[in-house]
């Protein structure tokens, strides 16, 4: 069963993709030519629901009466979704892997509590500016003969509100 939420028009190639996020989604897995399949749905549906990135754990949990979604399952197309870049891994600063759906292609960045392992998501101008320098160094590698160039940026601090926290219970 495919689930639905607001309509939105996101950027594949030289053409828009329209329609609900589960669509956008279904679509550029047509296109990528991979199967649609029940867990595919599913996993897509509950990375949608999510505002925040997750483990692959949490995600499974979303999946809880999900007779075909055991954790194997979730690795594989998360794997592939990577692959397709629907899906944006990102990490706690233990190194644990979080994801998080990615249909615009924009990468969005976030800032780690290292204290309370949170996770805020930085300001659209701020991810504007630093996908921007992003691009120019990747353009550059692309200049020199570099192919298939991939990041992976995170930032790690201690939050305001748990830093205040630990000076209060001393």
């Given at each position: 069963?495919?689930?639905?939420?607001e309509?939105?028009t996101?950027?594949?190639g030289d053409?828009?993709?329209?329609?609900?996020p589960?669509?956008?989604?279904?679509?550029r897995?047509?296109?990528?030519?991979?199967?649609?399949?029940?867990?595919?749905?599913?996993?897509?549906?509950?990375?949608i629901?999510?505002?925040?990135?997750?483990?692959?754990?949490?995600?499974?949990?979303?999946?809880?009466?999900?007779?075909?979604?055991d954790?194997?399952?979730v690795?594989?197309?998360?794997?592939?979704?990577?692959?397709?870049?629907?899906?944006?891994?990102?990490?706690?600063h233990?190194?644990?892997?979080?994801?998080?759906?990615?249909?615009?292609?924009e990468?969005?960045?976030?800032?780690?509590?290292k204290?309370?392992?949170?996770?805020?998501?930085?300001?659209?101008?701020?991810?504007?500016?630093?996908?921007?320098?992003?691009?120019?160094?990747?353009?550059?590698?692309?200049?020199?003969?570099?192919?298939?160039?991939?990041?992976?940026?995170?930032?790690?601090?201690?939050?305001?509100?748990?830093?205040?926290?630990?000076?209060?219970a001393?």
């Open positions: 069963m495919i689930e639905t939420q309509t939105n996101l950027p594949s053409t828009a993709v329209r329609g609900t589960i669509e956008v989604a279904v679509a897995l047509r296109a990528a030519g991979l199967r649609i399949t029940q867990p595919r749905i599913a996993i897509l549906n509950a990375l629901r999510r505002d925040k990135p997750a483990s692959i754990e949490q995600i499974h949990n979303d999946l809880k009466g999900n007779t075909f979604c954790l194997v399952t690795y594989r197309c998360l794997a592939a979704f990577e692959e397709l870049g629907l899906v944006r891994r990102c990490f706690f233990n190194g644990t892997s979080l994801w998080q759906i990615n249909l615009a292609g990468t969005s960045y976030h800032v780690v509590c204290a309370s392992n949170t996770m805020e998501q930085l300001d659209p101008q701020t991810s504007a500016e630093l996908n921007a320098a992003i691009k120019r160094v990747e353009d550059v590698l692309q200049s020199r003969g570099y192919t298939d160039v991939s990041h992976m940026v995170e930032f790690f601090g201690v939050s305001p509100g748990a830093a205040h926290s630990a000076t209060s001393v």
